[in-house]
């Protein structure tokens, strides 16, 4: 890979060997029956084009890295690959987000698999920035859950970066997240919260808490964050001046959660609202690549 593009997914926080290997399976797809056998029938070996791709619809564009990328990945020239946005920008309808001048072919293979990318990314940032938005003003910062795409993770979260939310956690070893079920393994918050410290004692440690009387345990064990799990309003409310017993103590809101009510659920004085939506049921935001027509042969 471009060492260039390395070093600027670097900077954003993708793995590029990662990455690399996404998009060999991604392009494996498409090609898993053969070449492109329309293009090799419709277009000349040395024909070129000019191309944009355009927003459909307003929102935060996101994967322009990957589609640079992806391109690579197909031996489309990067010198004739000129991004016109940012990941994060905001971009309206009709707005060219790339521009692109080189052969036709791997251009038209690369398509799909590169608009895929980022129609995904860019609905993931759009859909950030909304909540973001409903939040302003407040405190609170919404951020995202492991509910992501199998094999897509690291993505999913840097679309949400680029649309102004937190991630959470990344894997299983990172942070620990006490819940329901090892509660009842462990016997109880306290014994949980214990039982974390003595094997991980610097590990950033949250407990997951149904009930007033959890959070109180929670608090009594100097547990430094409080996830908040399926409360109306008004009891994460009282939840969380119980956990303001301890300066220290965050207190996130999860399940249940929808734009409409954010603010109030703000407004009651969490830290993070989760939002597993932003990456498992988000909706792509329309892209699409326009090719100038006729495409021009500059060898011609």
Known sequence: MNERLQEKLEVAGIDYAELESLIDVALGEDLRFGPDVTSEATIAPDQKAEAEVVARQSGIVCGLLVAIAVLEAVSFPLAGVTPVRQDGDIIALGDSVLHLSGPLRPLLLAERTMLNFMTHMSGIATATNAWVRALE?????????????????????????????????????????????????????????????????????????????????????????????????????????????????QVEASGGMTIERARSVAEAGVDYIAVGSLTHSVVALDLGLDMASPAPNFDS
């Open 137 to 249: 003003g407040t405190h609170c910062e919404v951020r995202d859950t492991r509910k992501t795409t199998p094999g897509l993770r690291q993505l999913e979260k840097y679309s949400v970066r680029c649309g102004g939310g937190t991630n959470h956690r990344m894997g299983l070893g990172d942070a620990a997240l006490i819940k329901d079920n090892h509660i009842a393994a462990a016997g109880g918050i306290t014994k949980a919260i214990a039982a974390i410290r003595s094997s991980n004692p610097t590990i950033v440690l949250e407990v997951e808490c149904d009930t007033l009387d959890q959070v109180r345990e929670a608090v009594d064990a100097q547990c430094s964050l409080i996830l908040l799990d399926n409360m109306d309003t008004d009891t994460i409310g009282a939840a969380v001046a119980i956990a303001r017993r301890s300066p220290t103590t």
